[in-house]
């Protein structure tokens, strides 16, 4: 039996996890327990007390039962990911390294740890520690062999103003009008995640149509951001309540047409074309000269797609780096040939034949 996408499953996220199919789901986002070790109420300076994480479920006897916790979910989360899926999970100091720890004994690869700073963190009331000022997420593929996950990166570059994505992301909690409130007004739930971190998760490590697994399902903002986007969703939340928000939150979701959704495509995805296959198409023919785009270096076309330049000759990246005594060289970019208008790239007459490979 498939897996139903677009709902909220209520029960304890174990039992639930057990029941769902093996490779069934894209990615999985997980915002597990943080086991916070606190000492009783924190106090603000004026004796009022803080609004902190408190509640029964972040509570475990020990270490060692947060350890088996932890190993028994995410174990879980392993076996419904596709084998090119992939897991986000976010913690904080109390809890990041033993989960870090336990995703790698249970066979996930390490792909990034990306930290979140918070704009408008809360102070440090005591004075007797650095203000605690962000949270850390682990990105982690289902296991070292999989080199096809998801990574929508020059998305991820534009969204970042045509500068690579760093692993700093700075971004305010969740505040205002998102901060969902409950009837007498107080936060429905006190670790709400802003919406705009999980836009950014969703939108670079997945695509339209794929299904998100959110194990601690909360208040819904994984829902929210992933039907918004145009993903499916299952979560799970063992909280009446707090499921019972989501489902009103996520029918309020407008999501974004296929249009809205197209996103800046990525040269990995796209079929590879050697440049031997330039020549053969006639694009550039043996004997035609390349150049670098400041004209110092300069090779000739042979036959089969490699490149000479007096005793050197290899392929368009290897005399490339030798040129410049790197240890390496993207030729498409760094290879130019004549045309009325001065220089132009080789990789332009790369697009003009994938243009040409029907879809």
Not at 54 to 62: A, C, E, I
Request: glycine share 8%; charged share 25%; aromatic share 8%.
């Amino acid at each position: 039996m498939g897996l139903q996408a677009d709902t909220i499953i209520q029960g304890d996220c174990l039992e639930v996890l057990k029941t769902l199919p093996d490779r069934s789901v894209d990615l999985v986002f997980a915002d597990p327990p943080y086991n916070l070790q606190l000492g009783g109420d924190l106090l603000r300076p004026d004796n009022s007390k803080v609004d902190a994480v408190d509640d029964d479920w972040d509570r475990f006897d020990s270490f060692a039962a947060y350890d088996a916790f932890t190993r028994a979910w995410m174990g879980e989360c392993r076996r419904v990911l596709k084998d090119d899926g992939a897991l986000w999970v976010i913690g904080s100091y109390h809890n990041v390294f033993r989960v870090g720890a336990a995703l790698q004994d249970l066979g996930f690869w390490i792909l990034n740890d990306v930290i979140w700073r918070k704009t408008n963190p809360m102070p440090n009331f005591k004075g007797a520690r650095f203000t605690n000022a962000h949270e850390t997420l682990i990105w982690a593929a289902k296991s070292q062999g999989a080199k096809r996950y998801t990574f929508n990166y020059d998305a991820m570059k534009v969204a970042n103003d045509d500068l690579q994505m760093r692993s700093d992301w700075t971004i305010p909690l969740c505040t205002g009008e998102e901060r969902l409130k409950d009837g007498s007004g107080a936060k429905a739930h006190p670790t709400q995640k802003p919406e705009a971190l999980l836009h950014r998760v969703i939108l670079a490590s997945t695509r339209p149509g794929d299904i998100v697994l959110d194990p601690f399902f909360g208040t819904g903002t994984t829902g929210a951001a992933a039907k918004r986007l145009g993903r499916r969703y299952v979560g799970i939340e063992r909280d009446k309540t707090y499921a019972a928000i989501a489902k009103a939150r996520i029918a309020q979701v407008q999501p974004a047409t296929a249009a809205e959704l197209e996103i800046t495509g990525s040269k990995r995805s796209e079929p590879r074309i050697p440049f031997g296959q330039i020549v053969e198409a006639g694009l550039l023919r043996p004997g035609d000269m390349l150049y670098c785009a400041t004209g110092k270096h300069a090779a000739r076309v042979r036959a089969d797609g490699s490149l000479v330049v007096g005793d050197l000759a290899g392929s368009i990246h290897k005399v490339g780096a030798l040129l410049q005594d790197a240890p390496a060289c993207n030729g498409w970019t760094y290879w130019h040939f004549k045309t009325d208008q001065g220089l132009a790239s080789i990789d332009t007459l790369r697009a003009k034949v994938r243009s040409a490979i029907p879809a």
